[in-house]
């Protein structure tokens, strides 16, 4: 597949697009095991449906705070920090 983008351009887009699916892939595994424990304190152990919400609930909100503090960032905006991000050569 070619591109009309400027190198600097496709590498930044590249960078961007991996984030996003970073994110989405972090999300996703949040939301399976909020599922996985609600499923399994509901259905497997004697604790009922009340502690499978709630385990879930825990599960859930952990995730939402550890992406809002810090796991939400990617490790590749390191990377970028030298390449121009203007087509013309300026920083």
Do not use: C
């Not at 961007?16 to 994110?23: I, S």
């Not at 825990?58 to 810090?70: E, L, Q, T, Y």
């Amino acid at each position: 597949m070619t591109s009309d983008l400027e190198p600097q351009a496709e590498i930044l887009n590249h960078a961007a697009t991996y984030h996003r699916f970073m994110l989405g892939v972090k999300w996703v595994a949040i939301s399976l095991a909020t599922v996985i424990v609600f499923l399994v304190l509901s259905f497997s152990t004697d604790a009922g449906f009340l502690a499978g919400l709630i385990g879930g609930a825990v599960v859930f909100a952990g995730g939402v705070i550890a992406m809002r503090h810090g796991l939400a960032h990617s490790t590749e905006a390191g990377s970028l920090v030298g390449i121009n991000t203007q087509a013309d050569g300026r920083p």
